[in-house]
């Protein structure tokens, strides 16, 4: 079965400073990966995917992740973070069960302090 | 181009009342997947549509059912509701089959008292 796991539930960082947001992948193979964000009250919006192509991957507002297959990961950070940034993060595989369902980890709440 | 659009934003039933929750996929698009996030909780995938047939489903009881629409459009039907199922329902919709990149509405709140 396709999961995530991520694995800080809170993460607090200044404004300006950078942002490391963890997320570990099962797959039984080559997944596609995706972190969707999720401001208070608000839809989820697409941060950035991963689907085989490049491993270092660029989304929007700045965020960028890289998959490593060695070690099962696909951390999202971004150099400096803005106050705008807070928000909830959630790492995200597609697949397994036959389909495309998405399977949500359990998100991760990003602070941004003055 | 429109995005993804649900109706209603919000809703309050009572327990064992039935709602119908509404969604219109982004333009392009022929696939439709609703998910339930309850409050503090990532997204639960409930069940997917394509071809107006439900092509997965989720672990959701049979009081969640669907319908997909010609136009690929979709409803949500949830019957003899539960307090528990007072939740935010998103909507996806997505091009290809679902092998494309899933885009979310702005969900409908559903309170049920």
């Known amino acids: 079965a396709q999961s995530v796991t991520q694995l800080d539930s809170h993460v607090s960082v200044s404004e300006g400073t950078p942002v490391l947001l963890r997320c570990n992948y099962s797959s039984s193979y080559s997944p596609s990966l995706f972190w969707y964000v999720q401001h208070p009250n608000k839809g989820l919006q697409l941060l950035l995917k991963?689907?085989?192509?490049?491993?270092l991957v660029k989304g929007i507002n700045g965020f960028e992740a890289e998959f490593k297959k060695s070690e099962t990961s696909f951390h999202l950070t971004k150099p400096s973070a803005h106050m705008s940034d807070a928000a909830e993060y959630f790492c995200v595989v597609r697949g397994g069960g036959g389909g495309n369902k998405l399977t949500f980890g359990t998100g991760t709440q990003l602070k941004v302090e003055l | 181009d429109a995005g993804v659009t649900q109706s209603p934003t919000h809703l309050i039933k009572t327990r064992g009342q039935q709602v119908t929750l509404r969604c219109s996929p982004k333009?392009?698009?022929?696939?439709v997947s609703w998910y339930q996030q309850a409050l503090g909780q990532g997204p639960q995938f409930i069940f997917q549509?394509?071809?107006?047939?439900?092509?997965q489903r989720g672990n959701f009881p049979d009081r969640f059912s669907g319908h997909q629409f010609p136009n690929y459009s979709s409803e949500l039907n949830v019957n003899a509701l539960l307090l528990g199922d007072s939740a935010l329902y998103l909507c996806a919709s997505s091009g290809q089959g679902g092998r494309e990149t899933q885009y979310f509405g702005p969900g409908t709140r559903l309170l049920v008292l």
């Open positions: 549509y394509y071809e107006e047939e439900e092509r």
């Open positions: 991963y689907t085989s192509a490049a491993t």
């Open positions: 333009s392009g698009h022929d696939t």
